[in-house]
């Protein structure tokens, strides 16, 4: 099982970019996929959630800019981020809270992360 993040990248203040994640593997379900974002000299912190039944949230500094959504069909979840802020540059992180398909009717729960996608955002 793994995630493939893209659409990190250079963009100016007051910009716009769109992250997606897919997940990919022998997957039976997955509850929450989210966003977590990690800046120079600082520790790990969630971005935003969503749970495969829809509830979202998001951290205090990103609400009103930022905005994550799933297709559960695709196993994907995407963080539209408007408004960004030098303050948003990190690397930012996909994760899943899975069951993975072991054998057949054997499944394991796992936590999974992505590679890392950096964000810039400066003029």
């Known amino acids: 099982v793994q995630l493939v993040e893209s659409g990190g990248g250079l963009v100016q203040p007051g910009g716009s970019l769109r992250l997606s994640c897919a997940a990919s593997?022998?997957?039976?379900?997955?509850?929450?996929m989210g966003w977590y974002r990690q800046a120079p000299g600082k520790e790990r912190e969630l971005v935003a959630a969503?749970?495969?039944?829809?509830?979202?949230n998001y951290a205090d500094s990103v609400k009103g800019r930022f905005t994550i959504s799933r297709d559960n069909a695709k196993n994907t979840v995407y963080l539209q981020m408007n408004s960004l802020k030098p303050e948003d540059t990190a690397v930012y992180y996909c994760?899943?809270?899975?069951?993975?398909?072991?054998?057949?009717?054997?499944?394991?729960?796992?936590?999974?992360w992505g590679q890392g996608t950096l964000v810039t955002v400066s003029s």
């Open positions: 969503a749970t495969s039944g829809g509830s979202t």
């Open positions: 593997g022998s997957i039976f379900s997955i509850n929450a």
């Open positions: 994760n899943a809270d899975l069951r993975a398909i072991v054998a057949f009717g054997v499944y394991r729960s796992l936590e999974v």
